[in-house]
């Protein structure tokens, strides 16, 4: 059953009031859902999308642990290069579904030295991506790509360029 159902019944009053109501049914129908339409019609995701989210790629905290173990490091190691506290490491370790600010998946792809390639890697499990119209990203882009991986002068070049700063 759906939450806030809007089909009056017997067994269960809507949730909404009734203006609320009329104006969600007249923007359904706008969108050729019929008035009377069951709250399976409306509320159960499409066929397939089970599936579809079945093939999701490795979580964020997934693919950092990976990285971290190829690389020959230690988690330590690469938290503290990272400028990341203990306490934030232990949170993406232990929860795959942690959601890091981009700066924070930045910071450990220069600390693990990740290639351009890898970078976006770890940006898309994260939800993220290195634009190429967007300034922070572009510095970030150009020391990456050249191999050079110091925040504190990546941070130099997002000052120079009034850019948000690194974690660092």
Known sequence: MCDGELYDSASRPSALDAETAH???TYLAGF??????PHAQVCEPPAGLSDYLARADVSFSRRLLQL???SGL????????AHVDRKLFSKIRSDPA????KQTVIAFALALRLTPDQTEVLLASAGFALS???????????????GQY????INDALY???QPLLLV
């Open 160 to 162: 120079a360029f009034n």
């Open 132 to 146: 190429t119209s967007a300034p922070f990203d572009l510095i970030v882009r150009f020391f990456i790509e050249r």
């Open 74 to 81: 230690s988690e330590v190691e690469v938290y503290k290069r």
């Open 32 to 37: 050729g859902v019929p008035p009377d339409a």
């Open 98 to 101: 942690y959601q890091p600010k």
């Open 23 to 25: 104006a969600l049914r």
């Open 150 to 153: 110091d925040p504190l002068r």
């Open 68 to 70: 971290i173990r190829a």
